[in-house]
C-alpha cells in the first residue's frame, strides 16, 4: 500500500546567529512524513527537536532548505495562509499545557474554532464533544488551575483535536505527567493514529517512543537514525 | 474584509476585551477619568456656546438689524475712554440733515435714555426711559405694543405724561393684571400707561433685562427729566442696505457736526453688529479654553489607554503566542487588542456620559448644561477613534509578536 507522502522536508537548516555564535539547531535535514504515521522523534536537549517540530507546525520557517505540506511549498504562503493551515490541518500538544488560565475546559478548547468561521453555539457544542472524547465531560467549567495536570493535558488534547486537523503535533506531551497520567494521554494518541490521524511525538522516554512506528533521533541538528 | 467583521468574532473581542478590563478596572478607571472630564467639558462648552447665541439671538432683535443709533460714543471701545471724553453731546438738529440729505434711512426719531426710579403704591423698581418721536413705534425692534397704543403726534406736541411699558412693569408692579389706565410715578411725576411692550426676556444689554423699559414722548422727557440721560439718533434703514446707510449717515453727520477732512469723527454710528463681534469673540475664547482642557484630558487618556495597552500585551504575550498557534492571523490579534482598547475607551466615555448626566441634574438650575442623544452619539464616535488611536501601536506590537518567541515567554 503506498501512502500519501505529506510533508517533505528537503535539507532544511535553521541557523541562529548571537553575536559572532552561530548554532545550527538544525542542519540540512531531510524527513518525508506520509499520512498515518506515528513517529517519535527523540535526542539530547538541544539537539533541534522543538525547532523543528516548530518548522512543521508552520510557527517558524528554516533559513534554508524546502519545506512542503500537502505538496504546498510553505515558503511562498502569506501570513494568513500559515494561519489557515495552523488552525485546520494541524493540532499542537505542549509540555506545558499552555491552557489559558482565566478560561474554564469548554472556552479553552473553542480557542481553535474561533478563528475558523463557525456560530457560536456550534463552537460550544464541538468543544463539548472533544471534551467529551477525552473523558472530560464532567469538567467543562472547570478552569485549568482546577483541574490535574493529567486532566490539564485532555484538555489541551481536546483543544488540538476540536478542528479536526490531520497532523497531531506533540511536544513531550507527558514530560510534566506521572506516568499513570502519561499513559492515558498516550492511550488518546493511540486511537488517533487508528483513527487515521499522522502523529509526531517528541520524547524523552522509550516508553513512549515504543508506541510509534517510526523511530526518528537527533542529534546535533542532524538526522542520525530514522526507522 | 467581511470576515474581519463578523458580527461573531467581534463579539468576542469585545468579551476578552472586558475580561482584560476585569482584571484591571483601577487603570481603566483613571483612564476614563480623562474622557470624563473630556465628555464635561465639551458638554459644558457646547451649552455655554449655545445659550449666548440664543442671548444674542435676542439681544441682535433687541437693537434691530435695520437700524443704526448715532451716539457720542462707540458701543465696543478698547478702554481709551479718554479719546471719546470730550466729544459734544448729539443734537436734535443733526436729525435734520439726516432727513433732509439721506437716501437710505427711511425713519428717524431721537431717543433719550435714563434710568429713574418709578413706584406704584409701595413698589418701586429701577427702568429704563426711552424718550422718542412718534415714529419711534415703527422702529420698535425684538418687540411690539402688545395691549394698548402707542403715543400720538398730538400727545407728542402737548408733552402729555403718558407711557408704553414693558412686561416687567405689569409683573413688579400691577402683579400681573392689566397696567393700561393705571398711573405710575417716575422721579415723583405721575405718569397714565395706555400702552404695553411684548415680553422680550433675559437678553446681553446693559441691566440685563429687555423688559424694563418705559417709553414716553421725547418732549414730555425733556420736560420733567431734563437733567438726565443721553440723546441718540435712531435710523431706520432697509437690513440689506445696513452698511451704505452707514456710510451715509456718517458723511451726513460729519457735515452737520462741520467736520474738516482731517479731523476725526467726534460722534459714533452703531448697529448690532458691533455686539456680534465682540460676542464672537467671547464665543471663540470660551469655545478655544474648553477645546484646549478638552484635548487635554483627552490626549492624558489616550496615553492612559495606550499604557494599559502596552501592560496587557506583555502580560498576555504567552496568550499570543498559544493564539497564533491555533490559527489566529496577525490581523485576529491586532482585532482582539484594538477592540480591548476600544471597549476600555467606551467604558470610560460611559463613565463620563453618566457623570455628565448626575451634574446636569445637580447643575442645571444655574448653569447652561444641556444634554441629549447628540452628545451621546459624538462621545461614541471619540472614543471609537481614541481607542483605535491609543490602541494601534500596542495592537500592532502584538500582532507582530513572533508564535514561537511568545510561546517561550514567561
Ligand atoms: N530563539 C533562539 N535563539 C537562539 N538559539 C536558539 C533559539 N531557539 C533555539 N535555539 C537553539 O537551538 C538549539 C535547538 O533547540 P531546541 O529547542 O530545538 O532543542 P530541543 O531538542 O527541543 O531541546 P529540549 O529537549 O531541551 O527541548 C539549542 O541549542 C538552542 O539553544
Ligand atoms: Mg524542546
Known amino acids: 500500500m503506498s501512502k500519501k507522502e505529506i510533508i517533505s522536508i528537503e535539507s532544511i537548516s535553521k541557523i541562529y546567529q548571537l553575536g559572532d555564535n552561530v548554532v545550527k539547531a538544525l542542519d540540512n535535514v531531510s524527513l518525508k512524513i506520509f499520512e498515518n504515521d506515528f513517529i517519535s522523534i527523540m535526542g539530547p536537549s538541544g539537539s533541534g527537536k522543538s525547532t523543528l517540530m516548530n518548522i512543521i507546525g508552520c510557527l517558524d520557517v528554516p533559513s534554508k532548505g524546502t519545506y512542503k505540506l500537502d505538496n504546498i511549498e510553505i515558503d511562498k504562503m502569506t501570513d494568513s495562509d500559515l494561519a489557515k493551515i495552523r488552525n485546520q490541518k494541524i493540532g499542537f500538544v505542549f509540555q506545558t499545557f499552555n491552557l489559558l488560565p482565566k478560561l474554564n475546559a469548554v472556552q479553552n478548547v473553542e480557542v481553535p474554532l474561533i478563528y475558523s468561521s463557525l456560530s457560536k453555539s456550534e463552537r460550544i457544542s464541538k468543544a463539548k464533544n472533544a471534551l467529551n472524547s477525552v473523558g472530560l465531560g464532567n469538567r467543562l467549567d472547570h478552569k485549568p488551575n482546577e483541574l490535574s495536570g493529567g486532566q490539564r493535558q485532555r484538555v489541551a488534547i481536546a483543544r488540538a483535536l476540536v478542528n479536526s486537523p490531520s497532523i497531531i503535533l506533540a511536544d513531550e506531551p507527558t514530560g510534566n505527567l506521572d506516568s499513570k497520567s502519561g499513559l492515558e494521554i498516550l492511550k488518546f494518541f493511540d486511537e488517533l493514529h487508528q483513527a487515521g490521524n499522522t502523529i509526531i511525538v517528541v520524547t524523552h522516554e522509550d516508553s513512549v517512543a515504543k508506541r510509534a512506528k517510526r523511530k526518528v533521533e537527533i542529534f546535533d541538528g542532524k538526522i542520525s537514525k530514522d526507522e | ?410
Open chain 2, 1 to 410: 474584509m467581511e470576515k474581519f467583521l463578523k458580527m461573531s468574532n467581534i463579539f468576542q473581542n469585545i468579551a476578552i476585551g472586558l475580561r482584560a478590563i476585569k482584571s484591571n478596572p483601577t487603570r481603566v478607571f483613571l483612564t476614563s477619568l480623562g474622557l470624563t472630564i473630556g465628555i464635561f467639558t465639551v458638554s459644558i462648552i457646547t451649552a455655554g456656546v449655545s445659550s449666548i447665541d440664543k442671548e444674542f439671538e435676542k439681544s441682535m432683535a433687541y437693537y434691530g438689524n435695520d437700524k443704526l443709533y448715532v451716539s457720542t460714543w462707540p458701543w465696543s471701545f478698547n478702554f481709551d475712554w479718554w479719546k471719546y471724553r470730550n466729544r459734544p453731546r448729539i443734537e436734535e438738529d443733526n436729525l435734520q440733515y439726516i432727513t433732509q440729505y439721506s437716501e437710505y434711512i427711511d425713519d428717524v426719531s431721537l431717543r433719550k435714555t435714563t434710568w429713574i426710579r418709578g413706584s406704584y403704591g409701595n413698589t418701586a423698581s429701577w427702568l429704563q426711559i426711552n424718550g422718542v418721536y412718534p415714529s419711534y413705534q415703527d422702529m420698535l425692534s425684538g418687540t411690539k405694543i402688545e395691549n394698548g397704543r402707542f403715543f400720538s403726534q398730538n400727545e407728542w406736541d402737548l408733552q402729555r405724561r403718558v407711557i408704553i411699558v414693558g412686561a416687567t412693569v405689569r409683573d413688579g408692579f400691577f402683579d400681573g393684571q392689566d397696567p393700561i389706565g393705571k398711573t405710575i410715578r417716575l422721579g415723583g411725576v405721575s405718569f397714565e400707561v395706555i400702552g404695553e411692550l411684548k415680553k422680550q426676556g433675559m437678553g446681553m444689554v446693559p441691566g440685563g433685562t429687555l423688559d424694563n423699559l418705559v417709553i414716553m414722548p421725547s418732549t414730555t422727557f425733556k420736560r420733567i427729566l431734563t437733567r438726565w440721560g443721553f440723546d441718540e439718533l435712531v435710523l431706520k434703514t432697509k437690513p440689506e442696505q445696513m452698511a451704505i446707510a452707514k456710510e451715509e449717515a456718517e458723511m451726513i453727520m460729519r457735515v452737520a457736526r462741520k467736520l474738516k477732512p482731517d479731523e476725526e469723527n467726534n460722534f459714533a454710528v452703531n448697529s448690532a453688529d458691533a455686539y456680534k463681534e465682540q460676542f464672537d469673540s467671547l464665543k471663540i475664547a470660551i469655545a478655544g479654553v474648553g477645546f484646549l482642557v478638552t484635548g487635554i484630558s483627552l490626549i492624558v487618556s489616550a496615553i492612559g489607554i495606550m499604557n494599559v495597552m502596552f501592560v496587557s500585551v506583555k502580560e498576555r504575550t504567552k496568550e499570543i503566542g498559544l493564539r497564533k498557534a491555533m490559527g489566529a492571523t496577525s490581523r485576529n490579534i491586532l482585532v482582539q487588542f484594538l477592540s480591548e482598547a476600544v471597549t476600555i475607551s467606551i467604558i470610560g466615555g460611559l463613565a463620563g456620559i453618566i457623570l455628565v448626566k448626575l451634574l446636569t441634574l445637580v447643575l442645571a438650575t444655574f448653569l447652561p448644561v444641556s444634554f441629549d442623544l447628540l452628545l451621546i452619539f459624538y462621545t461614541f464616535l471619540v472614543c471609537v477613534f481614541i481607542g483605535i488611536t491609543a490602541g494601534m501601536i500596542p495592537a500592532r506590537n502584538a500582532a507582530n509578536l513572533n508564535p514561537i518567541d511568545a510561546l517561550r515567554h514567561e
